[in-house]
């Protein structure tokens, strides 16, 4: 069973940065397509960045492209997400993902397993 753990989370004021991690366990990590999406309350399940099993392809939503980087570590079975200049409407839980689907893309039914999320609070 593939298990999936965030962390990083945190209160942060607006304009700093975060690094959120995800430890993967339980399976073949280095053939997943990655990816974190984020939720805020009382809104749909957003997608923001993936990543392939190689790390060479990479693929942002448009509220995060040019100030969050997606990367993983398949040596640690972890991805990261770092986010830099953060906004008040970063705000919400982080949920970090795994598709067996090499070509997986943004829409959250392609990935079959999910982290328990973090939470990102971001202070005007």
């Known amino acids: 069973q593939v298990q999936l753990v965030e962390s990083g989370g945190g209160l942060v004021q607006a304009g700093g940065s975060l690094r959120l991690s995800c430890a993967a366990s339980?399976?073949?990590?280095?053939?997943?397509?990655m990816g974190w999406f984020r939720q805020a309350p009382g809104k749909e399940r957003e997608f923001a960045a993936l990543?392939?099993?190689?790390?060479?392809?990479?693929y942002y939503g448009d509220s995060v492209k040019g100030r969050f980087t997606i990367s993983r570590d398949n040596a640690r079975n972890t991805v990261y997400l770092q986010m830099n200049t953060l906004k008040p409407e970063d705000t919400a839980v982080y949920y970090c993902a795994g598709s067996n689907n090499l070509y997986a893309q943004s829409r959250p039914s392609e990935y079959a397993y999910w982290g328990q999320g973090t939470q990102v609070t971001v202070s005007s």
């Open positions: 339980g399976g073949t990590f280095s053939r997943y397509t």
């Open positions: 990543v392939r099993w190689s790390n060479s392809y990479t």
